[in-house]
């Protein structure tokens, strides 16, 4: 006793070939992906780049008031006066640096919102044609396969 196994091999290729499949949508898909990738990428380069001098800055002009503050001086007083000036300069310095990044990362915000708002829009248009697209497709290939069971 033999046993014959069917080849399923041309009955799915019969069977993919009467959905059709819109590789255009796909490519489109994926272009506007990447698309957005590089726009995020340099949303995020730009504040990181901001973010670098901003620290930079920072650094450097602690190391400037601290030079001031390390210089030696005539009455123990003295001392005690440039600690509490470098403290106090640190502090005024503290904020403005804060708020700087602040603003830094609020603008990385609204220029992430901004790209996905965008980006979501046209996903939702591409995805409305794909879909009137697809229907039709699957509407001509049920009529072909109706009329050719005929």
Same mark, same amino acid.
């Given at each position: 006793?033999?046993?014959?196994? +069917?080849?399923?091999?041309?009955?799915?290729?019969?069977?993919?070939?009467? &959905?059709?499949?819109?590789?255009?949508?796909?490519?489109?898909? &994926?272009?506007?992906?990447?698309?957005?990738?590089?726009?995020?990428?340099?949303?995020?380069?730009?504040?990181?780049?901001?973010?670098?001098?901003?620290?930079?800055?920072?650094? +450097?002009?602690?190391?400037?008031?601290?030079?001031?503050?390390?210089?030696? +001086?005539?009455?123990?007083?003295?001392?005690?006066?440039?600690?509490?000036?470098?403290?106090?300069?640190?502090?005024?310095?503290?904020?403005e640096h804060m708020s700087a &990044?602040?603003?830094?990362?609020?603008?990385? +915000?609204?220029?992430?919102?901004?790209?996905?708002?965008?980006?979501?829009?046209?996903?939702?248009?591409?995805?409305s044609a794909a879909a009137k697209?697809?229907?039709?497709?699957?509407?001509?290939?049920?009529?072909?396969?109706?009329?050719?069971?005929?």
């Amino acid at each position: 006793m033999a046993t014959n196994t +069917q080849d399923f091999t041309a009955i799915f290729k019969d069977m993919m070939g009467t &959905f059709p499949v819109d590789t255009k949508a796909m490519e489109e898909h &994926f272009k506007s992906q990447t698309t957005l990738a590089e726009k995020m990428s340099g949303v995020a380069l730009d504040a990181a780049g901001k973010s670098a001098e901003l620290s930079s800055k920072w650094t +450097q002009d602690t190391l400037s008031k601290m030079e001031k503050m390390s210089k030696a +001086q005539a009455e123990p007083a003295d001392y005690a006066k440039a600690m509490t000036d470098f403290a106090s300069a640190q502090a005024e310095s503290a904020a403005e640096h804060m708020s700087a &990044f602040a603003e830094i990362a609020k603008k990385v +915000q609204t220029q992430t919102m901004e790209l996905v708002l965008a980006a979501g829009k046209d996903w939702s248009e591409d995805v409305s044609a794909a879909a009137k697209k697809a229907t039709g497709d699957m509407t001509n290939a049920a009529k072909k396969a109706t009329a050719g069971a005929k």
